[in-house]
């Protein structure tokens, strides 16, 4: 069987790849496929830690942060399908002004 | 030993039908589309045209591979793998058979299925879902705007029905108590009262009706095949592939007609169980019920006109889903009155 | 022996494949490989006896999700945005920058790392059976213990699903 603590470091390793995406990339697109990364890596370190502890909770909140996590996609695609049709952009750069 | 060898021959038998429903498929489709136009179909190539499909692949095997300047080279050839993949690989936890010693040469029985999983039902729906992907990807990497246009509804098309198709798996999972696919067909052996099979479908006939219509959907066949719509979009997705890859696509909807076909015999139909055969010949059965569903298939598409896009986006929406949700809703209600 | 090879693969494809959907300059692969990544870590899942998380990872990220970005990759059509049209005098274009995000990465990881790894019992195994995975459990547990976030959760689908279509389809005249 595969220790615990395997499953903790590849979900480390997971989430610093996924917050470099954010901080490195200038595209909203990549940057929400980022904030997807990072929300899977707490996902197995929930999983990991409910079936070490023998219970079905970890796998529950994992339930309800895809739930947010498809919320969060919906809104935040809408968000940016929005603003693209006002700038002709997705870099979050190009969206400065709070008014237009 | 013996059982991994037997394993594994189930799983080639598995692979060898799907292929040949394929090639089956091509010509019962030809066939069935004559006589109800009141043609002969073809007659050429063998006894009724039986070895038309043979010729159709050396056709399309001799066929130049075309691919358009400006498309997406690795996208382009992924596009049919990943359709083919899915349509194969959703058929693995679906038993199409019962428990089985093959008289008597192994030490203990194997089920006829690939794998037995225990959330089984969930499994076919995630892998079938799968197969959206190469539909959008060959859409979009042709850069065509017919393909790209057909990849655009498949996909609102899939995501919209695989709803309604969701929630009538969802009933039948409430009676049965389970997701393993081989404990709703044991749940379905008997009948009542000695003559009624004790099957879904009289329990769930709205769900089956549901979940027929939004396998057709999910399957992009007519009346729902927008995604081709070869009147409006020439071809629709697959409008820039030629040979074998256009061949592959052309397999995965039919193996995909071949995997709906069976959930609903598995979810709906018993399974395997049937009158006059012992269980060893259960698997006769399945294939019945599947062929004729997959007739079904057939009829329907030489007798319905397609839809509109958006009468099939208010029918899916306004009507299916709801009707699916109320339906779900009484199930549970009436399992909550039979188990207290 | 073949448990740990398996975990490897899966956890090394995962990784890397995450690593590439970060370092792609075309949005279209980044989904793709994303995908990809998603269906690892469902392989993952599965070795942790998790089965219903493991499928439903992939009907909800893989079969929905996904699906829904690359709707939004296709509509948009601008592949390749931010290879070279922003600004040039931005502090982030400086060429040493993307070096020090990925130190800081790196640095992450070895917090994240050192974190985790002070929990304790690291070395027992974990997925011996038991009822955990089953999802009669997941499903009793959900609904007497969570039954209020369970009913939150439908409300917030409910807002986001209603925020959605005024945010996409606020310009009527165009």
């Known amino acids: 069987m595969i220790p615990l603590g395997h499953y903790l470091i590849v979900s480390a390793i997971l989430f610093a790849v996924g917050s470099a995406g954010v901080f490195m990339r200038r595209n909203l697109i990549t940057i929400l496929l980022s904030i997807e990364v990072m929300l899977n890596a707490v996902n197995l370190t929930f999983v990991a830690f409910g079936r070490h502890a023998g219970v079905v909770d970890g796998q529950i909140i994992v339930a309800f942060v895809m739930t947010v996590a498809a919320a969060e996609a919906a809104v935040g695609l809408a968000i940016v399908v929005a603003l693209f049709r006002h700038r002709e952009s997705l870099n979050p750069d190009a969206f400065t002004s709070l008014k237009w | ?340 | 022996m073949g448990e740990t090879l398996l975990f490897y693969a899966f956890s090394g494809a995962a990784i890397v494949a995450s690593a590439m959907v970060i370092f792609q300059r075309n949005p279209m692969y980044s989904v793709l490989l994303l995908v990809a990544s998603f269906g690892m870590i469902s392989g993952l899942y599965v070795q942790l006896d998790a089965p219903f998380i493991a499928v439903t990872q992939i009907v909800v990220y893989a079969g929905a999700l996904m699906v829904l970005f690359l709707y939004a990759v296709m509509l948009l059509n601008r592949p390749n945005e931010d290879a070279g049209d922003w600004d040039a005098a931005h502090p982030l274009k400086e060429p040493g920058m993307a070096r020090i995000g990925v130190g800081l990465g790196a640095l992450l990881v070895v917090q994240l790392v050192y974190a985790l790894l002070r929990t304790g019992r690291l070395d027992e195994a974990v997925g011996t059976g038991g009822d955990g995975g089953s999802v009669r459990a997941i499903g009793r547990t959900m609904f007497q213990d969570y039954a209020f976030a369970f009913e939150a959760t439908s409300v917030l689908i409910l807002v986001a699903l209603v925020g959605g279509v005024y945010l996409a389809n606020r310009e009527d005249g165009r």
Request: glycine fraction near 8%; include cysteine.
């Open chain 2, 1 to 340: 030993m013996l059982v991994v060898i037997a394993q594994i021959v189930i799983i080639l038998i598995a692979f060898v039908m799907l292929l040949n429903t394929a090639a089956i498929m091509v010509w019962v489709e030809r066939k069935v589309c004559a006589l109800i136009q009141q043609r002969e179909g073809p007659t050429r190539v063998g006894p009724y045209g039986l070895f038309q499909p043979l010729a159709d692949v050396i056709k399309l095997i001799m066929k130049e591979e075309l691919r358009p300047k400006s498309a997406d080279a690795i996208l382009f050839t992924l596009a049919p793998i990943i359709s083919c993949v899915a349509a194969f690989a959703a058929f693995a936890p679906v038993p199409f058979g019962a428990e089985t010693t093959f008289f008597g040469l192994l030490d203990r029985p194997v089920g006829l299925q690939v794998a037995d999983i225990n959330v089984g039902m969930l499994a076919v729906f995630a892998i079938s879902s799968m197969g959206v992907y190469g539909i959008v990807l060959a859409g979009w990497s042709s850069n065509s705007k017919y393909s790209l246009l057909g990849a655009l509804r498949s996909s609102a098309q899939m995501i919209s029905y695989e709803l309604s198709y969701g929630t009538a798996l969802a009933g039948v999972v409430l009676i049965a108590g389970s997701l393993s696919l081989r404990e709703v067909v044991n749940g379905q052996e008997g009948a009542w009262l000695g003559v009624l099979p004790k099957w879904y479908l009289f329990l769930q006939p709205v769900g089956f009706l549901i979940f027929m219509i939004a396998g057709i959907a999910e399957t992009n066949r007519a009346p729902f095949d927008f995604p081709e719509a070869e009147q409006e979009l020439v071809a629709g997705y697959f409008t820039e592939y030629s040979s074998m890859r256009f061949a592959m696509f052309y397999m995965a909807e039919y193996i995909n007609m071949a995997t709906v076909s069976a959930m609903a015999t598995t979810l709906f139909l018993g399974g395997w169980h049937g009158p006059f055969l012992p269980p060893e010949y259960g698997w006769i059965w399945f294939l019945i019920k599947v062929g004729f569903l997959m007739f079904v298939y057939v009829w329907i598409r030489w007798t319905l006109p397609r839809y509109r896009y958006d009468q099939l986006m208010q029918f899916g929406w306004k009507w299916l889903l709801p009707a699916s949700v109320v339906n779900l809703l009484v199930t549970a209600a009436g399992v909550l009155y039979v188990h207290g």
